[in-house]
């Protein structure tokens, strides 16, 4: 148990939809990054929020946005859903260290059809 | 550009049977080097960590990895492979803060 959770575990959309993922990062940290895990790939990065900013971006457009709040947990938005959108999303907690070590939720999965 | 490169996408092996699980990496900078584990339909867990400190790192359910900057490497092993142990496995390198995985490793274990 990490004490990352995510919500929902499950969803299915259709195309040109828009979705939102939520998180809650562990306790104590202050760091949220996001991944997106395609069917048989290693996950890719699509952002971080640190203390409620932005805090680097992989290479995703800019229909995949973010929010951390307050309270450190998160939301991953993505607008104008396309079927290769369709992966595991992860949400991972960590402090602002140099290491970084990250601890990951369980995922979300999602399906666009 | 900071990159990592798993060696097999799939490793099939008996129980009870020595575990090689192999990644390189491609650093300009002293790296922060991991090792997640991922069970079916769940998310990663840590495995291990190698920060800089002793090249030997020791993580969960017996697995060990070795930081050798020499050869790039970072390989994961266990002495006894078990049924558990079936999963895919993934190696993952900091570049400032964000993680850059491996294509993984799906492990099979053999009665």
């Known amino acids: 148990e990490t004490g990352v959770t995510q919500s929902p575990t499950h969803l299915i959309k259709t195309r040109g939809q828009q979705v939102t993922l939520r998180c809650s990062s562990q306790s104590g940290h202050n760091t949220v990054s996001w991944y997106q895990q395609a069917l048989g790939q290693g996950p890719q990065f699509i952002f971080q929020y640190y203390r409620e900013e932005e805090n680097g971006r992989g290479n995703f457009p800019p229909r995949f946005s973010g929010l951390q709040f307050p309270n450190y947990s998160s939301e991953l938005n993505v607008n104008a859903l396309e079927l290769d959108d369709s992966a595991l999303y992860l949400c991972a907690s960590s402090l602002a260290t140099r290491e970084n070590i990250q601890y990951f939720g369980a995922g979300t999965r999602l399906s666009v059809l | ?111």
């Open chain 2, 1 to 111: 550009a900071q990159s990592v490169t798993q060696l097999g996408s799939h490793v099939s092996v008996s129980e009870g049977a020595l575990v090689l699980l192999r990644c390189n990496y491609s650093s300009s900078v002293p790296p922060y080097l991991f090792w997640y584990v991922q069970y079916p339909n769940q998310g990663l867990q840590l495995l291990l960590k190698y920060t800089s400190a002793a090249t030997l790192v020791k993580g969960i359910n017996g697995f060990e990895a070795e930081f050798k900057k020499s050869e790039t490497s970072f390989h994961l092993t266990k002495p006894s492979a078990h049924m558990s142990d079936a999963a895919e496995y993934f190696c993952a390198l900091n570049q400032g803060g964000k993680l850059i995985f491996g294509q993984g490793t799906e492990l099979s274990v053999k009665p």
